[in-house]
């Protein structure tokens, strides 16, 4: 009886077939348009050519910081502010605000306490469908009202508003201070 031929070992074996077939499918399916590509209404968004594994962002007519105008924070807005913080003494100065997407209303300020001392710097709330959210950590913490940073409507753009406003807020801050 003849013996079977030994195997042959110079090919490629099962498991390196399918690891191989699974990391091609991976790099294709997410990381393939990482870099430099773009879908529809969508840029790459990676914050270096070495993050192969970026969401993208959507593209906008302009940024915030583009069209951003600094202007008074409504009153009433600072009221329930004011009204939401978890220490009655604490309260909000120099409040600004700047229009968003979908009538959305970004206000901004330093929170203060009883005393008169700042606790915290540049803090950030948005206005959205009636509804009153915090964003920044301190804005979070402080405050009663729920955290809207993954709120749909601005979910790509938060950030960028916040930045907007907080350059308002600072920018009235410095003006306020000139002569002290």
């Known amino acids: 009886m003849q013996q079977p031929a030994p195997p042959d070992r110079r090919g490629v074996g099962k498991g390196a077939v399918v690891a191989i077939a699974i990391g091609a499918f991976l790099f294709g399916a ?4 990482a870099v ?3 879908y529809g209404s969508y840029e790459s968004s990676t914050s270096s050519p070495s993050s192969p594994l970026a969401l993208p962002k959507p593209k906008f007519p302009a940024s915030p910081a583009d069209t951003a105008k600094c202007h008074e924070a409504p009153q009433r807005i600072v009221d329930m502010i004011d009204a939401a913080f978890t220490d009655p003494g604490e309260h909000l100065e120099h409040a600004q605000a700047v229009d968003g997407p979908q009538s959305m209303v970004y206000v901004g300020g ?5 005393t008169g001392q700042k606790v915290s710097s540049q803090d950030t709330w948005v206005m959205s ?3 009153l959210y915090a964003l920044t950590s301190d804005a979070r913490r402080r405050t009663l009202l729920p955290d809207g940073r993954d709120l749909e409507a601005h979910y790509w753009t938060w950030t960028d508003y916040n930045d907007a406003v907080g350059k308002c807020v600072g920018a009235l801050e410095r003006a306020a201070n000139q002569g002290h």
């Open 30 to 33: 997410v990381g393939g348009c």
């Open 36 to 38: 430099g590509c773009s």
């Open 110 to 114: 330093n929170i203060f306490d009883s």
């Open 129 to 131: 469908n009636g509804q």
